[in-house]
Protein backbone atom coordinates (compact mmCIF):
# COMPACT_ATOMS: atom_id res chain seq x y z
CA UNK A 1 0.00 0.00 0.00
CA UNK A 2 1.35 3.46 -0.93
CA UNK A 3 2.49 6.00 2.27
CA UNK A 4 2.88 9.39 1.45
CA UNK A 5 4.73 11.07 3.70
CA UNK A 6 5.52 15.26 4.33
CA UNK A 7 8.06 16.69 6.86
CA UNK A 8 8.01 18.60 8.31
CA UNK A 9 4.18 18.86 9.41
CA UNK A 10 5.21 22.98 9.81
CA UNK A 11 7.65 25.28 8.56
CA UNK A 12 7.98 29.37 9.35
CA UNK A 13 10.62 31.02 7.33
CA UNK A 14 11.71 34.64 7.11
CA UNK A 15 10.39 36.56 3.71
CA UNK A 16 12.83 36.75 0.63
CA UNK A 17 14.21 32.95 1.99
CA UNK A 18 14.41 30.14 -0.66
CA UNK A 19 13.23 26.84 1.08
CA UNK A 20 12.32 23.19 0.05
CA UNK A 21 9.47 21.14 0.93
CA UNK A 22 9.97 17.12 1.42
CA UNK A 23 7.39 14.57 0.11
CA UNK A 24 8.06 10.86 0.24
CA UNK A 25 6.47 7.77 -0.98
CA UNK A 26 6.95 4.36 -0.53
CA UNK A 27 5.82 2.58 -4.00
CA UNK A 28 7.94 3.97 -6.56
CA UNK A 29 5.53 2.26 -9.35
CA UNK A 30 4.11 5.53 -9.60
CA UNK A 31 2.58 7.44 -13.26
CA UNK A 32 3.01 11.41 -11.74
CA UNK A 33 3.61 13.07 -8.36
CA UNK A 34 1.52 16.27 -7.98
CA UNK A 35 2.25 19.05 -5.33
CA UNK A 36 -0.87 21.22 -4.24
CA UNK A 37 -1.48 24.23 -2.28
CA UNK A 38 -4.27 24.77 0.41
CA UNK A 39 -5.59 28.38 1.49
CA UNK A 40 -7.56 27.93 4.82
CA UNK A 41 -10.77 27.62 4.30
CA UNK A 42 -10.24 26.75 0.80
CA UNK A 43 -9.95 23.63 -1.73
CA UNK A 44 -6.61 22.43 -3.31
CA UNK A 45 -5.11 24.62 -6.26
CA UNK A 46 -2.96 22.33 -8.32
CA UNK A 47 1.13 23.97 -8.81
CA UNK A 48 2.82 21.55 -10.75
CA UNK A 49 2.32 17.74 -12.07
CA UNK A 50 5.25 15.95 -12.67
CA UNK A 51 5.13 12.47 -15.09
CA UNK A 52 7.28 9.30 -13.58
CA UNK A 53 9.50 10.00 -16.80
CA UNK A 54 10.42 13.19 -15.66
CA UNK A 55 12.69 15.10 -13.49
CA UNK A 56 11.56 18.00 -12.32
CA UNK A 57 8.89 20.44 -13.68
CA UNK A 58 9.46 24.20 -13.15
CA UNK A 59 6.57 27.06 -13.05
CA UNK A 60 7.60 30.48 -11.63
CA UNK A 61 9.26 30.56 -8.67
CA UNK A 62 7.93 27.16 -8.16
CA UNK A 63 10.31 23.75 -8.64
CA UNK A 64 9.60 20.49 -8.18
CA UNK A 65 11.68 17.55 -8.79
CA UNK A 66 10.88 13.92 -8.55
CA UNK A 67 13.32 11.09 -8.03
CA UNK A 68 11.14 7.92 -8.48
CA UNK A 69 14.13 5.60 -7.25
CA UNK A 70 14.65 6.75 -3.89
CA UNK A 71 11.19 7.75 -3.58
CA UNK A 72 11.43 11.52 -3.12
CA UNK A 73 10.56 14.70 -4.44
CA UNK A 74 10.91 18.11 -3.27
CA UNK A 75 9.10 21.76 -4.10
CA UNK A 76 11.44 24.40 -4.29
CA UNK A 77 10.38 27.93 -3.81
CA UNK A 78 12.34 30.57 -4.49
CA UNK A 79 12.52 34.52 -2.98
CA UNK A 80 9.26 33.14 -0.83
CA UNK A 81 7.11 36.22 0.05
CA UNK A 82 3.96 36.07 2.57
CA UNK A 83 1.44 35.12 -0.05
CA UNK A 84 3.45 31.84 -0.19
CA UNK A 85 1.91 30.97 3.56
CA UNK A 86 -0.29 27.55 3.03
CA UNK A 87 -0.37 24.37 3.76
CA UNK A 88 1.38 22.06 0.43
CA UNK A 89 0.51 18.96 -0.18
CA UNK A 90 2.09 15.98 -2.70
CA UNK A 91 0.11 13.53 -3.94
CA UNK A 92 1.26 10.57 -5.60
CA UNK A 93 -0.89 8.61 -8.60
CA UNK A 94 -0.05 4.74 -9.17
CA UNK A 95 -2.03 2.02 -9.71
CA UNK A 96 -4.43 3.19 -6.46
CA UNK A 97 -6.00 6.56 -7.22
CA UNK A 98 -3.83 8.98 -5.34
CA UNK A 99 -2.59 9.09 -2.41
CA UNK A 100 -1.93 12.72 -0.60
CA UNK A 101 0.35 13.12 2.01
CA UNK A 102 -0.98 15.15 4.76
CA UNK A 103 0.92 18.69 4.39
CA UNK A 104 3.48 20.85 5.41
CA UNK A 105 2.46 24.29 6.79
CA UNK A 106 4.58 27.05 5.44
CA UNK A 107 4.27 30.27 7.16
CA UNK A 108 6.30 33.35 5.73
CA UNK A 109 7.27 36.06 8.31
CA UNK A 110 7.56 39.13 6.79
CA UNK B 1 -11.56 27.21 -9.11
CA UNK B 2 -11.42 25.33 -12.24
CA UNK B 3 -15.30 26.01 -12.76
CA UNK B 4 -16.12 23.57 -9.86
CA UNK B 5 -19.14 25.04 -7.30
CA UNK B 6 -20.21 23.21 -4.57
CA UNK B 7 -23.21 23.30 -2.43
CA UNK B 8 -24.12 24.09 0.68
CA UNK B 9 -21.06 25.62 1.56
CA UNK B 10 -21.42 24.42 4.99
CA UNK B 11 -24.34 22.35 6.43
CA UNK B 12 -25.19 21.33 10.50
CA UNK B 13 -27.87 18.55 10.23
CA UNK B 14 -28.92 15.76 12.45
CA UNK B 15 -27.46 12.14 13.27
CA UNK B 16 -29.66 9.69 11.33
CA UNK B 17 -30.75 12.43 8.72
CA UNK B 18 -30.12 11.42 5.31
CA UNK B 19 -28.04 14.17 3.47
CA UNK B 20 -26.96 15.14 -0.15
CA UNK B 21 -24.08 17.44 -1.44
CA UNK B 22 -24.23 18.55 -4.54
CA UNK B 23 -20.85 19.42 -7.02
CA UNK B 24 -21.17 21.56 -10.37
CA UNK B 25 -18.51 21.67 -12.67
CA UNK B 26 -18.88 24.05 -16.19
CA UNK B 27 -15.41 22.02 -17.66
CA UNK B 28 -16.82 19.41 -19.33
CA UNK B 29 -14.07 17.13 -17.19
CA UNK B 30 -14.98 13.62 -17.31
CA UNK B 31 -13.96 12.30 -13.90
CA UNK B 32 -15.57 13.29 -10.65
CA UNK B 33 -14.70 12.85 -7.22
CA UNK B 34 -15.21 12.97 -3.89
CA UNK B 35 -13.01 13.46 -1.31
CA UNK B 36 -13.40 13.99 2.93
CA UNK B 37 -10.39 15.73 4.28
CA UNK B 38 -10.07 15.12 8.37
CA UNK B 39 -6.88 16.01 10.84
CA UNK B 40 -5.14 13.05 11.30
CA UNK B 41 -6.60 11.61 7.92
CA UNK B 42 -5.71 13.63 5.34
CA UNK B 43 -7.38 13.63 2.25
CA UNK B 44 -9.44 10.31 1.33
CA UNK B 45 -11.23 9.19 -1.66
CA UNK B 46 -14.70 8.59 -1.17
CA UNK B 47 -16.29 7.75 -4.49
CA UNK B 48 -15.69 8.68 -8.24
CA UNK B 49 -16.96 8.81 -11.38
CA UNK B 50 -15.47 8.51 -14.99
CA UNK B 51 -18.72 9.70 -17.01
CA UNK B 52 -22.35 9.39 -16.75
CA UNK B 53 -24.17 7.00 -14.55
CA UNK B 54 -20.41 5.41 -14.14
CA UNK B 55 -19.44 5.62 -10.71
CA UNK B 56 -17.09 3.51 -8.27
CA UNK B 57 -15.94 2.90 -4.74
CA UNK B 58 -12.87 4.51 -3.71
CA UNK B 59 -11.03 3.99 0.03
CA UNK B 60 -13.74 5.41 2.75
CA UNK B 61 -17.50 5.03 0.92
CA UNK B 62 -19.22 2.69 3.53
CA UNK B 63 -22.12 4.98 4.20
CA UNK B 64 -21.98 7.04 1.57
CA UNK B 65 -23.97 6.38 -2.07
CA UNK B 66 -23.02 9.08 -5.16
CA UNK B 67 -25.17 9.73 -8.38
CA UNK B 68 -24.23 11.42 -11.82
CA UNK B 69 -27.30 11.63 -14.38
CA UNK B 70 -25.22 14.18 -16.23
CA UNK B 71 -22.05 14.94 -17.08
CA UNK B 72 -22.13 18.35 -14.96
CA UNK B 73 -23.33 16.72 -11.80
CA UNK B 74 -21.73 14.64 -9.28
CA UNK B 75 -24.20 14.15 -6.10
CA UNK B 76 -23.02 12.90 -2.86
CA UNK B 77 -25.62 11.67 0.03
CA UNK B 78 -24.89 10.65 3.37
CA UNK B 79 -27.73 7.74 3.49
CA UNK B 80 -28.02 8.42 7.26
CA UNK B 81 -25.55 10.86 8.83
CA UNK B 82 -23.20 9.89 11.54
CA UNK B 83 -20.93 12.06 13.71
CA UNK B 84 -17.73 10.33 12.27
CA UNK B 85 -19.24 12.11 9.06
CA UNK B 86 -18.33 15.11 9.99
CA UNK B 87 -15.72 16.38 7.89
CA UNK B 88 -14.91 18.60 5.04
CA UNK B 89 -15.64 17.26 1.84
CA UNK B 90 -13.95 18.12 -1.52
CA UNK B 91 -15.10 17.41 -5.31
CA UNK B 92 -12.63 16.89 -7.97
CA UNK B 93 -12.52 16.84 -11.62
CA UNK B 94 -9.88 15.79 -13.86
CA UNK B 95 -9.95 15.04 -17.91
CA UNK B 96 -7.79 12.98 -20.10
CA UNK B 97 -7.79 15.63 -22.18
CA UNK B 98 -6.00 18.22 -20.00
CA UNK B 99 -2.75 15.93 -19.88
CA UNK B 100 -0.05 14.00 -21.75
CA UNK B 101 -2.23 10.88 -20.91
CA UNK B 102 -5.54 9.62 -19.14
CA UNK B 103 -3.26 9.18 -15.95
CA UNK B 104 -1.10 12.63 -16.10
CA UNK B 105 -4.46 14.92 -16.52
CA UNK B 106 -4.20 17.13 -13.05
CA UNK B 107 -7.19 17.34 -10.32
CA UNK B 108 -8.81 20.72 -10.03
CA UNK B 109 -10.71 21.00 -6.69
CA UNK B 110 -13.91 22.45 -5.57
CA UNK B 111 -13.73 24.66 -2.74
CA UNK B 112 -15.24 22.31 -0.26
CA UNK B 113 -18.16 21.69 2.09
CA UNK B 114 -17.57 21.81 5.74
CA UNK B 115 -20.34 19.21 7.17
CA UNK B 116 -21.60 19.04 10.88
CA UNK B 117 -23.57 16.18 12.30
CA UNK B 118 -24.69 16.49 15.78
Known amino acids: KQEVTQIPAALSVPEGENLVLNCSFT??????LQWFRQDPGKGLTSLLL?????REQTSGRLNASLDKSSGRSTLYIAASQPGDSATYLC?????????FGQGTRLTINP | DAGITQSPRHKVTETGTPVTLRCHQT?????MYWYRQDPGHGLRLIHY???????DKGEVSDGYSVSRSKTEDFLLTLESATSSQTSVYFC?????????????????FGNGTRLTVT
Open chain 2, 92 to 108: AISDPRTGTSSYNSPLH
Open chain 2, 49 to 55: SYGVKDT
Open chain 1, 27 to 32: DSAIYN
Open chain 1, 91 to 99: AVKGAQKLV
Open chain 1, 50 to 54: IQSSQ
Open chain 2, 27 to 31: ENHRY
